[in-house]
């Protein structure tokens, strides 16, 4: 995109900031106290101020409340929309206007709530949201690309304001397909097989793995107290120094955890999929693959081995294998 496009297309996408996304709704149901212990049961949120009506009534409030973090439930529009798609509204067509534009790539990168007003029993929460903002196009880790913040807000039925919800969206082009338009076609027309999702390397973390592109698994170790950390940071835990170096792991650990994925069937991915979380000998763990055994045939606790290999055309990555099949180091 020249400067030209760019402008062309910035005055199309900040058109967008103020626009509503949805005019204020009444939600299907009423606050009431299945869907507050359905979601009080799903996060494992057990305060009886929400669930337990005669610890409520001896309270200081007198009553159940819902949930403050529960404020967006309530306007969900459930299964329906699943079947019979959404309406296309200026959130969807911001979207396509990234989409069209090369900003393919797609990142939820923050909420943040704010609550005014708590709700009881009966009362219906209304829901109406705007495109509040869209920053200018930033450099970011994950790529070229525009943040929008969508804010929604929560009334009850008097009109007085609940909450409110902002909601943050990094739209990016992908290194893919920058690398594309670049005139990088030729070299992608050499990938015969789809690969893994490359792993995003940021400042923090590329040392990381560009050494594991060499076949080397390090460990991040402060300079200033020597306590071992990963996944990489700039920081150390124990002595908040910013000063580190690094040790190279045996790759010799035991498996604390593991579980086989099968979905989702993302392609370039052998599925059934081993994750397992290894406590390497060092002292830190480490979230790797496990390989050269069926799911069966591994427990926790067990020795493993892990070699750095190639995994797909240009993925190299730490793979471990129970240390009883005498892995080669
Ligand atoms: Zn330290």
Request: hydrophobic letters at 35%; aromatic letters at 8%; glycine letters at 8%.
């Given at each position: 995109m020249n400067d030209e496009q760019q402008q062309a297309f910035e005055q199309c996408l900040y058109r967008f900031v103020g626009r509503q996304v949805c005019a204020r709704t009444a939600a299907?149901?009423?606050?009431?106290e299945a869907m507050i212990r359905h979601w009080a049961e799903t996060v494992g949120d057990a305060n009886p101020a929400y669930t337990d009506a005669q610890w409520a009534a001896r309270s200081a409030r007198g009553r159940i409340i819902a949930p403050p973090a529960m404020m967006y439930s309530w306007n969900q529009e459930g299964f329906p929309v699943v079947a019979q798609g959404r309406a296309p509204d200026a959130q969807t067509e911001l979207v396509d206007l990234f989409n069209e534009n090369g900003f393919t790539g797609v990142l939820g990168t923050n909420v943040k709530q704010e609550y005014y007003k708590e709700i009881g029993l009966g009362e219906r929460v209304h829901l109406e949201m705007v495109i509040d903002n869209i920053s200018e196009q930033k450099a970011t880790a994950r790529g070229i690309g525009y943040f929008f913040e969508t804010l929604a807000s929560f009334s009850d039925q008097h009109g007085d304001l609940i909450g409110t919800q902002r909601f943050r969206v990094l739209k990016f082009i992908p290194p893919e397909t920058a690398a594309a338009a670049d005139g990088g076609g030729a070299e992608q027309d050499t990938l015969q097989t789809p690969t893994r999702i490359a792993a995003p390397r940021g400042h923090d973390n590329s040392w990381w793995w560009e050494a594991c592109d060499q076949g080397q698994v390090l460990i991040q170790r402060c300079r200033n107290c020597q306590t071992l950390r990963h996944p990489p940071r700039p920081m150390c835990g124990e002595c908040q120094s910013l000063d580190w170096d690094s040790i190279e792991s045996c790759l010799e650990g035991e498996l604390l955890s593991f579980t086989e994925l099968h979905h989702p069937r993302i392609p370039g991915y052998p599925l059934p999929l081993i994750c397992g979380v290894i406590r390497l000998r060092e002292g830190v763990n480490l979230v790797a693959n496990i390989v050269g055994a069926e799911e069966q045939a591994l427990a926790i606790g067990m020795r493993v081995q892990g070699k750095v290999e190639q995994v797909d055309e240009k993925t190299m990555l730490p793979q471990f294998y129970p240390a009883e099949n005498g892995v080669e180091k």
């Amino acid at each position: 995109m020249n400067d030209e496009q760019q402008q062309a297309f910035e005055q199309c996408l900040y058109r967008f900031v103020g626009r509503q996304v949805c005019a204020r709704t009444a939600a299907k149901d009423a606050v009431n106290e299945a869907m507050i212990r359905h979601w009080a049961e799903t996060v494992g949120d057990a305060n009886p101020a929400y669930t337990d009506a005669q610890w409520a009534a001896r309270s200081a409030r007198g009553r159940i409340i819902a949930p403050p973090a529960m404020m967006y439930s309530w306007n969900q529009e459930g299964f329906p929309v699943v079947a019979q798609g959404r309406a296309p509204d200026a959130q969807t067509e911001l979207v396509d206007l990234f989409n069209e534009n090369g900003f393919t790539g797609v990142l939820g990168t923050n909420v943040k709530q704010e609550y005014y007003k708590e709700i009881g029993l009966g009362e219906r929460v209304h829901l109406e949201m705007v495109i509040d903002n869209i920053s200018e196009q930033k450099a970011t880790a994950r790529g070229i690309g525009y943040f929008f913040e969508t804010l929604a807000s929560f009334s009850d039925q008097h009109g007085d304001l609940i909450g409110t919800q902002r909601f943050r969206v990094l739209k990016f082009i992908p290194p893919e397909t920058a690398a594309a338009a670049d005139g990088g076609g030729a070299e992608q027309d050499t990938l015969q097989t789809p690969t893994r999702i490359a792993a995003p390397r940021g400042h923090d973390n590329s040392w990381w793995w560009e050494a594991c592109d060499q076949g080397q698994v390090l460990i991040q170790r402060c300079r200033n107290c020597q306590t071992l950390r990963h996944p990489p940071r700039p920081m150390c835990g124990e002595c908040q120094s910013l000063d580190w170096d690094s040790i190279e792991s045996c790759l010799e650990g035991e498996l604390l955890s593991f579980t086989e994925l099968h979905h989702p069937r993302i392609p370039g991915y052998p599925l059934p999929l081993i994750c397992g979380v290894i406590r390497l000998r060092e002292g830190v763990n480490l979230v790797a693959n496990i390989v050269g055994a069926e799911e069966q045939a591994l427990a926790i606790g067990m020795r493993v081995q892990g070699k750095v290999e190639q995994v797909d055309e240009k993925t190299m990555l730490p793979q471990f294998y129970p240390a009883e099949n005498g892995v080669e180091k």
